[in-house]
């Protein structure tokens, strides 16, 4: 039996994610689809993406999808605005988590890591993305910057576009009831959010979740914050 997951906005919660690909029973046989947000704010960034390296050396299959974090610091090496940028908006845990005074003390392969993924995927009848898309254009497969940062798009959704397809995204912490909510909705709306907030424990009643969805099954697994 192999399944298809997706997961969402680890954001360096590095127990969090063991603990839930445990519960899993994450198997060489499976594919794991994570939807970025590897990084900042949780104690172990770097910890999260060596896990996924080890994890494909021994034999895993995990497809990484950008997030905005991920792009922010990529961006960071750019311009001290867009390296500031970074620093507030979480980067800061993970640059002492990298033991490093500055971005250039961080090793390349991590920039690399994030470099080549791409900003989408489909997966049977899904379309897996980190945020959203913009609508109004034509083709919402061309517009990078929506993908990784697009908020509150649902009341603009092409269904015409879309198909039969159902949207799989992160970015917009949610509560596991909404989460819930959008999975029993799934049929009609087409869309479901599956960042949990896992680092946001104790921001909101729902939040502090790292959530799963099987996609071959439609089932949802939620495993609660063990980082802090
Ligand atoms: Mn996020």
Same mark, same amino acid.
């Given at each position: 039996?192999?399944?298809? #997951? ?13 603990? %839930?690909?445990?519960?899993? &029973? /994450?198997? &060489?046989?499976?594919?794991? #689809?994570?939807?970025?947000? /590897? *990084?900042?704010?949780? !104690? ?11 994890? @494909?050396?021994? $034999? ?6 950008? $997030? ?13 605005? %867009? ?17 490093? +005074?500055?971005?250039? +003390?961080?090793?390349?392969?991590? /920039?690399?890591?994030? =470099? ?7 997966? +049977? ?8 898309? &913009? /609508?109004?254009? !034509?083709?919402?497969? +061309? =517009? ?9 798009? #649902?009341?603009? *959704? ?14 917009? !912490? ?19 959010? *599956? ?6 424990? $104790?921001?909101?009643? $729902? ?15 939620? @495993? ?5």
């Amino acid at each position: 039996m192999s399944n298809k #997951y997706a997961i969402s906005d680890i954001h360096g919660c590095l127990k969090t994610f063991k603990s %839930l690909l445990k519960k899993l &029973k /994450f198997n &060489k046989a499976d594919e794991l #689809y994570i939807l970025g947000d /590897f *990084i900042d704010r949780g !104690p172990d960034s770097k910890g999260v993406i060596d896990f996924i390296w080890e994890l @494909e050396e021994s $034999g895993h299959s995990i497809h990484c999808l950008k $997030g905005n974090h991920d792009q922010m610091m990529l961006d960071a090496r750019s311009s001290l605005a %867009l390296q500031r940028k970074w620093l507030v908006n979480g980067g800061w845990t993970t640059i002492e988590n990298f033991n490093a +005074d500055h971005i250039q +003390d961080i090793e390349t392969k991590y /920039f690399q890591f994030f =470099e080549k993924m791409p900003s989408y995927l489909e997966v +049977d009848h899904y379309i897996l993305v980190h945020a959203g898309f &913009k /609508f109004d254009m !034509p083709n919402p497969f +061309d =517009e990078f910057h929506s993908m990784l940062w697009q908020r509150a798009w #649902y009341e603009r *959704i092409n269904y015409q576009w879309l198909g039969n397809r159902i949207i799989v995204h992160g970015h917009t !912490p949610t509560t596991k009831n909404d989460i819930n909510d959008m999975l029993n909705n799934l049929k009609q709306n087409q869309y479901i959010d *599956i960042d949990s907030g896992c680092v946001h424990k $104790g921001k909101q009643i $729902g939040l502090g979740y790292l959530a799963c969805l099987i996609l071959n099954e439609n089932r949802l697994v939620f @495993e609660e914050n063990k980082d802090f």
